[in-house]
């Protein structure tokens, strides 16, 4: 009597082990969905804010130039300034304020890493 009322025992104990189990795995799968769907939404957004923002400063760009090129009498002068603007920008950004971009994106993305 006492062997059928400790296997009785051990299934109810083995039941609960096994629907624990079960419950912990879903509970990882919703977590992980959760995650994978806040990344995926995120770098939607960001993409598509940024392809916007390109598309604009192209355009932006190409009507700058033009207009410069119209008023210098040659539309290929309005590139070559425009051209010349960026390689001065980036110059300045490369050299000088580098260390004051680097820095805060570094802090940035680690926060959002261990966050």
Do not use: C
């Not at 008023?71 to 300045?92: C, R």
Request: no cysteine; glycine share 6%.
């Amino acid at each position: 009597m006492k062997t059928e009322q400790e296997a009785s025992e051990f299934e109810k104990l083995y039941g609960k082990v096994e629907t624990f189990g079960s419950i912990s795995y879903e509970l990882a799968k919703l977590k992980s969905l959760e995650a994978t769907t806040i990344v995926a939404t995120s770098l939607i957004t960001v993409l598509s804010v940024t392809a916007m923002v390109v598309l604009f400063t192209i355009v932006f760009n190409i009507g700058v130039a033009l207009w410069l090129g119209d008023l210098l009498g040659k539309a290929y002068y309005g590139f070559f300034i425009v051209a010349l603007f960026y390689l001065v920008v980036g110059l300045v950004l490369h050299f000088f304020l580098r260390k004051w971009i680097k820095g805060p994106i570094s802090k940035l993305i680690i926060k959002e890493a261990l966050a």
